[in-house]
């Protein structure tokens, strides 16, 4: 990676550039929400086309001079749509919550109810935390999932019936099955509400055709680029023609600024790559390595919520080891795994100390892991678990996840 010029402006910036590199290149990354990126979408990122303003809307700016910026915006729009089969999308959200600040400003007025999924056992908190601007100023009822792991449709049906929502999101930051679109869709029609797919983890596999899509029974669809789908960070909002307006307007000037065209161009980038053939065999490879990872924990004597995953993660239950979350997700450090503690359905402990531990493969996979690496994962996480207080076998697993590591070299050109 070419640093050659803020080496000179700034060594010290460039150092702590350098070491993230390194920090990536030697440890094994499941955090279900992170990706890396192609060089060709970093390039696109790093353009000269962060200098330029763009307010508005391609050949509708308030600046002169964007000429090549609405070419790329118009790409990127036309990719989306294509790659997600809607008929309109803003690709200028600067993030994933600010795609769906977006979607209710352009749908609600203050006060007005929403029906999503409860942050602690899956949602996010841009659908209606009480910390977060949706939970502030909207009405929020919360659905949860069962004992297995999964949404109670009918519980969802029923507090629809019940509450009555404007707006109905469906979409997680933490679920490990399928997401059944069209049954939202037939709740959403009986109570008159509209409805919203986040679908800001799986959108890689929904592009790849190896989770059922959203498009034909959603309103509006919002994403994150850099989850599994391995763009840029930023966000994009997509919904039915008769929204459009009212997205956009939303966006802007309703909410953002000028737009970061040069994180667009990346976008446009990373849909192209999602287009190909060989982001299917990606896609299927994160679902292949998510279920290599489950089930050699599941061997290893761990519990996963909701058991076997269905998709790109999986949370760690560790009620039975009388080990939290917090702590195992630190010892995970230790051996070069970086994941983060989650909670599990009824977590007897807080938030912030919890006794889970979310998994995801979108990471590992771009680095080449396969099935056989994931159960040596599944072998070192369950070791670090397991010895948590040796700290030679913590030293030895360590060893053999910097192995694997090297195995699979990342960005190594
Ligand atoms: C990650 C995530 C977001 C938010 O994305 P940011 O870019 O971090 O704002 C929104 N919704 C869901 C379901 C997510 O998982």
């Known amino acids: 990676m070419n640093l050659e010029h803020i080496k000179k402006t700034d060594p010290v910036v460039a150092e702590q550039i350098e070491l993230e590199l390194k920090r990536q290149q030697e440890t094994i990354e499941l955090i279900a929400s992170e990706n890396c990126t192609s060089l060709a979408v970093m390039e696109a990122a790093g353009s000269v086309l962060t200098n330029k303003y763009a307010e508005g809307k391609p050949h509708k700016r308030y600046y002169n001079g964007c000429e090549h910026i609405d070419v790329i915006e118009e790409i990127c729009q036309k990719r989306a749509c294509e790659l997600f089969g809607m008929d309109h999308a803003n690709v200028q959200p600067h ?6 600040m977006a979607v209710f400003m352009a749908t609600m007025k203050p006060g007005d109810r929403v029906l999503s999924m409860d942050l602690s056992n899956g949602g996010h908190l841009s659908h209606g935390s009480p910390v977060n601007f949706s939970g502030m100023y909207f009405d929020v009822k919360s659905y949860g999932i069962n004992e297995y792991g999964e949404i ?9 019936l019940e509450h009555k929502p404007k707006l109905i999101i469906c979409g997680a930051s933490n679920y490990s099955k399928i997401i059944d679109f069209k049954k939202f869709r037939e709740i959403a ?21 190896l989770h059922p899509s959203p498009a034909p029974y959603c309103d509006f669809v919002t994403t994150t680029t850099h989850k599994s789908l391995r763009g840029p960070r930023g966000g994009i909002i997509m919904c039915k023609e008769e929204y459009a307006q009212a997205i956009d307007k939303a966006v802007f000037p309703g909410m953002q600024g000028g737009p970061l065209e040069h994180i667009i161009a990346a976008k446009a980038v990373a849909l192209l790559e999602a287009s190909k053939p060989e982001f299917k065999d990606y896609a299927a490879q994160i679902i292949k390595n998510a279920k290599a990872l489950a089930q050699g924990l599941m061997d290893e004597g761990l519990d996963i919520v909701g058991g076997m995953t269905e998709n790109h993660l999986m949370t760690l239950d560790l009620r039975k080891t009388g080990k939290t979350g917090k702590d195992m997700a630190n010892v995970l450090e230790v051996v070069g795994i970086t994941a983060n503690k989650n909670t599990v ?5 807080s938030p912030f100390v919890t006794s889970g531990i979310r998994l995801g493969t979108p990471a590992v996979t771009t680095r080449g892991f396969k099935e056989e690496d994931m159960t040596e994962v599944a072998k070192i996480i369950a070791g670090a678990i397991y010895a948590s207080d040796n700290e030679q076998a913590l030293k030895n697993l360590r060893e053999r996840s910097m192995k694997l590591c090297k195995k699979h070299p990342l960005y190594a050109e």
């Open 152 to 160: 109670d449709y009918e519980d969802v049906r029923k507090m629809a």
């Open 189 to 209: 029609d009986e109570v008159g509400a509209l409805l919203l797919a986040d679908i800001a983890h799986i959108a890689g596999l929904v592009a790849a055709g």
């Open 345 to 349: 359905p009824n977590d007897p402990q």
């Open 95 to 100: 993030s994933g919550a600010q795609a769906n």
